[in-house]
């Protein structure tokens, strides 16, 4: 295949030996959010480059040089988004959900970053947002935490470290920008030239860069303990409080910011040492700037991103990626009329048992290879139609799996009943 005519570099096609995956991970944290009250917005994948520039941050990686930006046929500067706060914010205000009202929503879809594709950051990736608004104080962040706790619970996640810090208050982090400043500037010749222009623009971001040259630095850089400002000391404390008495472990990095200018006070990184460099595979924080700054009333709010693909990467590294869903049954039939008898037997069954799953042979073809591809689906269950069954309105169930590979004619009702006992058996499995 010609390479313009290839998926885009950094952007996949997700295959069905693998779609099943994902459907598991966005059912187990569709199901999670639903029981903790929160509840679906869906916005365009597209927004005004505006929005972008005026929430993430003009001096950021992701401003700077990750976004998909293009003008429209009418002369609009457009984005593909590159996260989903900006666009959640965005719509609550457009349609007055914070007016005097709490808010739980979720999200999920794709995102664009123009990145250096590598394992674990495309180009197109997959996230699972969640915001929280109008709750200053820190259950809000506690209940986002300890939700995501219980998705990697459900969804068998080894070992992911809660790394957390606070950025303080603006103030704090005014003071805290200034310390920096001044031993960034002592060291000058040990800056990259990312992080010499950051001195200039947005000192804090020196501390997020990738680059492992500066580490060391970065490791000696001052921590944001000694500017904080009491509030938020306060507010960190009762958050801490708060994850030790419902027992999620964390360990205070106090060097961590994200890669976005919007956060005060809490930020934290759910990270995995089992995938590289590309370690986190969800991130959030409390932004109480973020609904004032795009022309909202000022609105306390917290919310985390987790990135789809790095999760499922980290399933299938310990082996325990969800597993594809087999069909109970394989409908085998070869003989005159059988495909008419396929079709009518497998719709009244489909009518009578709305949770089995049945795959009906297409396409004729013998025994011989319609058995093949009735082993090759993974099904428990045979129903054949052979000419005599056709003719005398019964149906074979052959067990294809477990012990005895037994096999009994039966009538309508008999293989109602088999099929019956196939499903209940895999219990709540759908
Ligand atoms: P990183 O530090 O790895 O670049 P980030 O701070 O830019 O991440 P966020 O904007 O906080 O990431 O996004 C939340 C999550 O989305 C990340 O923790 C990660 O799991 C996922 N993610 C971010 N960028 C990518 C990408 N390019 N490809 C795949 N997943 C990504
Ligand atoms: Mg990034």
Redesign the pocket.
């Known amino acids: 295949m010609s390479k313009g005519l290839k998926s885009v570099r950094g952007m996949h096609d997700v295959l069905p030996d693998q779609s099943h995956e994902w459907r598991a991970l966005e059912k187990v944290a569709a199901t999670t959010l639903d029981h903790y009250g929160y509840r679906e917005i869906r916005m365009p994948i597209v927004e005004n480059t505006a929005l972008f520039k005026r929430s993430i941050g003009e001096v950021t990686?992701?401003v700077e040089k990750e976004m998909y930006t293009f003008e429209d046929r009418n002369g609009d500067s457009l984005t593909l988004r590159p996260?989903g706060t900006a666009g959640c914010v965005r719509a609550c205000i457009q349609h007055g959900l914070l007016h005097n009202q709490q808010q739980r929503l979720w999200y999920q879809g794709p995102?664009f970053?123009h990145?250096r594709p590598q394992k674990?950051?495309?180009?197109q990736?997959q996230?699972i947002g969640v915001e929280t608004f109008g709750v200053a104080g820190p259950e809000a962040e506690a209940e986002l935490i300890a939700m995501t706790a219980r998705m990697w619970r459900e969804l068998n996640v080894p070992e992911v470290e809660l790394q957390l810090n606070t950025l303080g208050s603006p103030e704090a982090r005014q003071r805290y920008r200034e310390q920096l400043v001044d031993y960034f500037s002592a060291h000058r010749d040990r800056l990259d030239e990312d992080s010499q222009r950051r001195l200039e623009s947005n000192p804090l971001r020196i501390l997020?860069s990738?680059n492992p040259e500066m580490q060391a630095l970065i490791e000696s850089a001052p921590a944001i303990a000694d500017s904080l400002d009491a509030e938020s000391s306060e507010h960190f404390e009762r958050l801490r409080a708060m994850l030790d008495a419902i027992g999620v472990p964390y360990r205070v990095n106090p060097r961590l910011v994200?890669?976005?200018d919007y956060y005060t006070r809490t930020v934290f990184?759910w990270v995995t040492t089992r995938l590289g460099a590309?370690g986190?595979?969800?991130?959030?924080g409390r932004y109480d700037g973020l609904v004032a700054q795009l022309g909202g009333r000022a609105t306390p709010a917290a919310g985390?991103?987790?990135?789809v693909?790095?999760?499922l990467e980290l399933l299938r590294e310990v082996g325990a990626a969800p597993a594809p869903v087999a069909p109970h049954a394989y409908l085998v039939a070869v003989g005159q009329g059988a495909d008419q008898a396929a079709a009518a037997l497998s719709e009244r069954l489909r009518n009578d048992l709305p949770a089995l799953r049945l795959r009906v042979n297409l396409g004729g073809g013998g025994f011989k290879a319609q058995f093949k591809r009735a082993d090759k689906s993974g099904a428990r269950l045979a129903l054949i139609l052979g000419e005599d069954e056709i003719r005398s309105g019964q149906v074979v169930v052959k067990h294809l799996r477990g012990e005895s590979a037994s096999q009994s004619s039966h009538d309508y009702a008999g293989a109602l009943a088999e099929l019956t006992a196939i499903i209940d058996s895999n219990g709540t499995d759908q």
């Not at 674990?120 to 180009?123: L, N, T, W």
């Not at 986190?280 to 959030?284: D, H, P, S, V």
Request: aromatic fraction near 10%; hydrophobic fraction near 30%; include cysteine.
């Open positions: 990686d992701i996260e995102m970053r990145e674990g950051r495309y180009r990736f996230q997020d990738k994200r890669g976005l990184e590309q986190t595979i969800c991130a959030g985390f991103a987790m990135g693909e790095r999760l």
